[in-house]
């Protein structure tokens, strides 16, 4: 049989993909080389989109990426250029699978952009700050006249928000560059990640081999299943690219059977120092290993970080991290208590978001038996995280209100149009509007993802759309409960849209007023709608309700005006909205309007 079939990196590949068959379909196909063909062995990785896994074979668009070359004549070793497998004669030239993508980022960035109708821009993307203010843009009365309340007549004794709040006159940002900027911390940029990480669509399903060792260490680590996990170590250390999440989970648990380990041959050897029960499991990991000392004690300081972040933010921080995490341990950057303490405080929130956005992902830690049952589920939103404990169920948390049949609230994603008002017709649609072509940027709009020209509001309209880093959270200042930024939101970019049911003739309850004078509506949170609803009021707000239209239909927007991650997100509901309402302001701000509202 040809020598190739039995070279190591081959026996490596076929681990990798778990396919023990992978030897005996090489051998087959090496049977039609001649002894003096001069094989080798090319190694492709193809390049696509993860939400394009159904490969096309392309010829022209090749993807594929030429990893190594294996060669036996080579002294077996693994070349990555096509020159130094030259003398090999192979062929070199790519083909393969690839898959068509679609990049319009380039063109995103690039294409012109408008004025809004109110003092805000929209952000270029969620990624890139809108640096430089319109100067003409600023002024109450401009703001005002542009965002004329589209049906002030409307006089009823319902509190109402307007889309077009007065605000009160934004601070320009300072061009002195004398004047110093809070840039984020390590810390603050390793945290985000995670949050950032945790609402995109990572699939983090794996399978495992149907025979697994079991791992407990309550009744002490024998050297068979310290060998076992010595074992799954060097296993997912050597799959890191494939599961890094995988090997991270590992390693942080080899620490812990580490220190079991050493526990236990201390009860073996009573005779043995606490330093020479160390040495000796570090041995007996070595021989498993096949590593050097210095080299696991190098790892295992890496490793020891992981279990450190695992401690305080739980296997969810760990899970999510992302590719920093390995930098962030082995410099122990912001490694201090200010770091474990933010993590232990977001522990059981991240937790909310793991369990409601990515189900499976407790599967991860089967790999050692440390995958308990989802504690969160449902709508990611049917939670309100706290900074002390466990997250409460929405439901629990309007004891105050008295609601015979306690607080019900349908989390839904668009609007709902009351047909019994409307009948087939949708209210929010503008009258004389090309619904094809954006009113701000004047480009072509479509929900097609790939024609869509339109980049005024991205991350909601005719862009990929992911979840909102946001959480419901309980407020310390008694507001009860409020929306806060997981991640930082640049100014200009839209948080959400204002979702709820769109109707009409709500008296005495809150509303949203949209529409025109001819051709008013209102949109009531009361039973449906998205997290917008426990938005509160600031009289300092860092976002804002705007109108957009999206394919010739109005929405209203909560768009930041520069909300900083882990802030409350707020919005300035209006005089008129407070005008009616009886209740002090609690906003806290020195420039508050409404603090002794109650009382006047
Ligand atoms: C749309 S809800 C916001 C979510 C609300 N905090 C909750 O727990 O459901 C609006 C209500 O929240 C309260 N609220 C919002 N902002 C407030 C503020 N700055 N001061 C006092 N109460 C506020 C008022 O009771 C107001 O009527």
């Not at 109402?160 to 300072?174: A, L």
Request: proline letters at 6%.
């Amino acid at each position: 049989m040809h020598p190739i079939v039995h070279h190591p990196v081959v026996k490596k590949l076929s681990d990798l993909f778990e396919d023990a068959d992978l030897t005996r379909r090489l051998a087959s196909t090496l049977a039609s080389f001649g002894p003096h063909d001069g094989v080798c062995l090319r190694i492709d990785a193809v390049v696509c989109t993860s939400n394009s896994l159904e490969p096309k074979i392309t010829t022209k668009n090749d993807h594929s990426l030429p990893l190594a070359w294996l060669s036996v004549e080579n002294n077996r070793t693994l070349t990555t250029t096509p020159s130094q497998a030259a003398f090999l004669n192979a062929p070199v030239s790519g083909h393969g699978y690839s898959v068509t993508s679609q990049s319009t980022s380039k063109d995103v960035l690039e294409n012109p952009r408008h004025k809004t109708v109110s003092g805000l821009r929209p952000s270029k993307s969620s990624a890139i700050a809108v640096a430089t203010e319109d100067p003409e843009s600023d002024s109450d009365a401009d703001t005002e006249s542009r965002l004329r309340p589209s049906n002030v007549r409307i006089e009823p004794s319902v509190r109402q928000f307007h889309s077009d709040t007065r605000f009160p006159q934004r601070k320009k940002p300072t061009k002195d560059a004398a004047v110093p900027t809070l840039q984020p911390s390590s810390t603050d940029k390793f945290i985000a990640g995670i949050w950032r990480q945790v609402h995109s669509p990572v699939t983090l399903s794996v399978s495992f081999p149907d025979r697994r060792p079991e791992f407990s260490l309550g009744t002490g680590v024998s050297q068979a299943v310290f060998r076992a996990i010595n074992g799954l170590c060097k296993k997912y250390y050597d799959q890191s690219r494939s599961s890094r999440a995988l090997e991270i989970v590992v390693q942080a648990y080899w620490v812990e059977c580490y220190e079991a380990r050493i526990a236990s041959i201390r009860l073996e050897f009573p005779s043995y120092t606490n330093a020479e029960a160390r040495v000796a499991a570090l041995k007996e990991a070595c021989n498993t290993l096949t590593w050097h000392e210095k080299e696991l004690r190098n790892k295992m300081a890496v490793w020891r970080g992981y279990k450190e972040i695992k401690d305080s933010g739980g296997w969810a921080s760990l899970i999510f991290a992302g590719s920093g995490i390995y930098r962030v341990c082995k410099y122990r950057i912001g490694f201090d208590n200010g770091l474990m303490s933010r993590l232990r405080h977001i522990a059981s929130s991240l937790e909310v978001a793991a369990d409601t956005l990515h189900p499976g992902w407790r599967d991860l830690l089967r790999v050692v038996s440390q995958n308990g049952p989802c504690r969160y589920s449902g709508h990611p939103h049917e939670w309100v995280t706290l900074y002390t404990g466990p997250a409460l169920p929405l439901k629990t948390t309007y004891p105050h209100l008295k609601l015979p049949n306690g607080f019900n609230y349908q989390f839904v994603n668009d609007c709902v149009i009351d047909h019994s008002v409307f009948g087939g017709d949708d209210p929010r649609r503008g009258q004389e509007i090309d619904p094809d072509i954006c009113q701000l940027c004047k480009e072509q709009q479509t929900d097609d993802v790939i024609s869509n020209h339109c980049s005024c509001f991205s991350a909601l309209f005719g862009g990929v759309r992911y979840p909102p880093p946001v959480q419901l959270y309980h407020t310390a200042s008694g507001k009860n409960n409020g929306v806060i930024a997981r991640c930082e939101f640049d100014r200009g970019t839209a948080i959400a849209e204002f979702v709820g049911l769109v109707t009409q003739g709500i008296e005495g309850l809150d509303v949203m007023m949209g529409g025109s004078p001819e051709r008013p509506y209102q949109v009531f949170q009361g039973q449906v709608g998205n997290f917008t609803r426990f938005i509160n009021h600031s009289c300092r707000p860092n976002s804002q309700f705007q109108k957009f239209y999206w394919r010739g239909i109005e929405r209203i927007l909560v768009v930041s005006r520069g909300v900083t991650a882990e802030s409350e997100i707020t919005v300035d509901y209006s005089d008129s909205y407070w005008g009616k309402l009886k209740k002090n302001c609690l906003c806290g701000e020195t420039s508050c309007r409404f603090a002794h509202q109650a009382e006047a």
